[in-house]
């Protein structure tokens, strides 16, 4: 089942099931979709950018976490976290430090990388090779540490 389809069949699933929380972050992230459709005209969206309106609207919720709790707000980063829960639940399943520690250390001898001048490359092609199993701020991390 394509990702489109199946938000659609867990929308009417938390209609029937009166889970509010679900439907209404489900109803946005298909706006957010609609909108990169849009985007996209006259070309159809693809599933790769499905995941990476989900991916932004995770990486939103994390950002709003962090801000709330600094403000002392911890109703709404309670509200943020149960919706960063769900849109989670559609992303493929994340990668520890460790292999992403691997994955790096592949691509930097593959690339023979020696500087952080070389970071972009890497990057690209760490990104590549995890296909969105990995967080891009912990890979930068990673590549930062093994390069400098």
Do not use: C, H, W
């Not at 005209?41 to 950018?49: G, L, M, V």
């Not at 002392?72 to 520690?101: C, F, H, N, S, T």
Request: charged share 30%; hydrophobic share 40%; net charge positive.
């Amino acid at each position: 089942m394509e990702i489109r389809e199946q938000i659609m069949a867990d929308v009417k699933d938390a209609m029937r099931s009166k889970d509010q929380l679900k439907l209404n972050t489900l109803r946005f992230l298909q706006s957010a979709v609609k909108n990169r459709e849009i985007e996209l005209r006259p070309n159809a969206i693809t599933s790769d950018e499905v995941m990476g309106v989900i991916k932004k609207l995770v990486k939103q919720r994390k950002e709003s976490i962090e801000q709330y709790q600094n403000g002392g707000r911890q109703d709404l980063a309670d509200q943020e976290a149960a919706e960063l829960k769900v849109l989670e639940g559609y992303l493929p399943a994340q990668m520890g430090r460790e292999q992403i520690e691997k994955v790096v250390t592949e691509v930097i001898a593959s690339l023979s990388a020696k500087t952080v001048k070389d970071m972009g490359p890497v990057m690209k092609e760490v990104i590549a090779r995890t296909a969105g199993a990995a967080d891009n701020k912990t890979v930068s991390e990673v590549i930062k540490s093994k390069l400098s």
